[in-house]
Structure formats: C-alpha cells, structure tokens
C-alpha cells in the first residue's frame, strides 16, 4: 500500500516538473537571435520590414544597465538616451521575445518623438537572471525594481510611461495592483492576455494537448518548481484598480492572443482604458500591418500622457 501511494505520489511530481519544464522553463541567452521571427504565416513584406527596423535599431547606441528583482535575481537592460529632461518609456517585451525583436517598432516612435527608452530584458530571458517565466506573475515586480531604478538615476520626478507586447503587455498591466508610484503617467499594452492560466489553456488547446488533464499539473508546477501561482495575478482585476490612462491595441486576427481578451480588460475600466484594434493583424504585429495608424495612436497617447 505504502509503494503504491509512494508511486503515486512520484507520478505526480514527475508530470507536474515535466509541466514545469515544458511551459515556464527557460534558460536565458544572452545572445539570442534578434532575427529569430516566430510566425511562419507573417507576409513576406512584414519580414522584410521587421528584419529592417530590428537592424536599425542595433545601430543605435544604448547603455547596458542592471537592477535587482525582488528574489535576488540580476536583472538586464538596455538604455537609450535622448534628453535628460525627457520622459521615460519603459518597453517589457513578450514570452520568450528580445528587445530588438518585440519593439523594433515601438523604440522607433518613442525615440523620433523625443523620449528616453529602458528596453527590459524580461527574468529567464536575454542578460537577465532567472529560470522561470511566470507569464507577468513575477515579472510584474520586476517591473516595479525597473521603475525604481529609473527613480535612482534619473531622478525622483521623472516621469515614466509603460509599454508591453504579449506577455509584456500583460506584466505591466498586472503591476497596476501593486501600486505604481505617481511618476507613472500611463500604460500602453499591445495584444495584452486577461489571465495566465487562460492563454495557457487557449495554447496549449491550439497544440492538440489534452490541457483539461494537464492543467492541474502545471499548476502544481508552477507553485512547487516556480514559486508562484497561476491565480496570483491576472490584467482584468489588475487594471480595475487603475487611476491612469490605458491604451489597448490588438490585431483582429490575432489567433495566439485572441482578440476578444483584451475587450475584457477593457470592460474591466472603460473609464481609463482605450482600446484600437487592427482588422487582418495576426499577433503582435499591428505596427507592421498599418504602420501610419498605429504610430499616431502612439504619439498621441504619448502626448496625452505627458502633457
């Protein structure tokens, strides 16, 4: 009786490290492939474009610069310097994306508009410490140890806006709820999830896996191996708590992220959340579709914000 309950017991810790390893595992690469596009079906146009910006923005000059998460872990960034009066623009990009990769777009508009940007390397990606990727449940408090660091060396009165992609989106939603100092004038979230555990499940079903069985194990995982839990944080209940401005903007054909997540977020506080969304755009890639649209929702928001 006691081997078979021991067994039992192995079964359940062997699936659920084996959840562990396949969904939140990561070992970060510091020289990972900037030009490793993901999406087979992206237009060969959109590639062309991407692969252009990506290489404009290597060239730029950026200062290296590391903070400390809240576990301990050394955390990478990039810095890049317009003016120092200038307002901040902190970019957290997506799930298993680079900087260069996921804003090749977005440091464009923010650096031609005249503000400083701190593109993160999100934990277990990149330069950045860590082994497991949360998707923004801990990764929302590094982006608090990043606001922090901003705070530090540029002054307590800059003031910041936050900008994501994907799982970045999602992060620095989910950090509303723990509280942003003041000097946060706005967030924008590009084809952000409402919960963890729900992209997960949509994934995973999208992959052929038999997720309703599995699900209980990567939860398991995530709190035995990964220390956090899947139900620790979500963007809908996060931004329901927000007092300042939100911009959304997600592709309508967006079939990693659906696209009706980011409505919910949305309903959550339509008070302080906008929402745009891009009709033929697949997923995180709304700026290459309509290049013009998107980057006047951007500066505009940006003026807004900023004042």
């Given amino acids: 009786m006691l081997i078979a309950l021991a067994l039992v017991i192995l079964f359940i810790l062997l699936l659920s490290y084996g959840c562990y390893r396949y969904v939140f595992y990561s070992v970060p690469d510091p020289d990972a492939d900037d030009f490793a596009l993901s999406d087979p079906l992206q237009p060969e146009e959109q590639k062309k474009l991407c692969i252009e910006m990506i290489s404009k923005l290597k060239e730029k000059p950026f200062e290296r610069v590391y903070t400390y998460s809240f576990d301990g872990l ?8 317009k003016d120092d009066d200038a307002p901040l623009v902190i970019m957290c990009h997506g799930y298993t994306g680079t900087p260069s990769r996921d804003f090749c777009g977005g440091a464009d508009i923010c650096l031609s508009s005249g503000y400083n940007a701190l593109l993160i390397e999100q934990r277990a990606h990149n330069g950045s410490e860590g082994r497991t990727i949360s998707f923004g449940i801990l990764e929302r408090k590094d982006v608090l140890s990043w606001i ?4 530090r060396k540029f002054g307590k009165d800059k003031e910041i806006l936050l900008t994501g992609i994907s799982m970045g989106a999602a992060t620095v939603l989910m950090s509303i709820a723990l509280g942003l100092p003041e000097n946060v004038k706005g967030i924008i979230a590009d084809c ?26 990567i939860r398991l995982g995530a709190r035995l191996f990964g220390h956090f839990g899947l139900s620790d944080g979500d963007a809908v209940s996060s931004v329901k708590r927000a007092e300042i401005p939100v911009m959304i903007i997600h592709g309508e054909a967006d079939d990693f992220v659906p696209c009706e997540m980011s409505e919910e977020i ?11 969304t891009f009709p033929g755009a697949r997923h995180g890639v709304s700026y290459l579709t309509d290049r013009e649209r998107y980057t006047k929702l951007v500066k505009d928001f940006y003026k807004k914000t900023f004042g």
């Fill in 74 to 81: 050394k955390l990478a960034g990039r810095y890049y310097h």
């Fill in 148 to 151: 922090d660091f901003a705070l």
């Fill in 192 to 217: 952000p999830y409402a919960y963890p555990e729900e992209i997960i499940k949509h994934v995973g079903k999208e992959r052929h896996l038999p997720i309703g069985l599995l699900l209980p194990f």
């Fill in 266 to 276: 949305r309903m959550a506080n339509p008070e302080y959340v906008e929402r745009h």
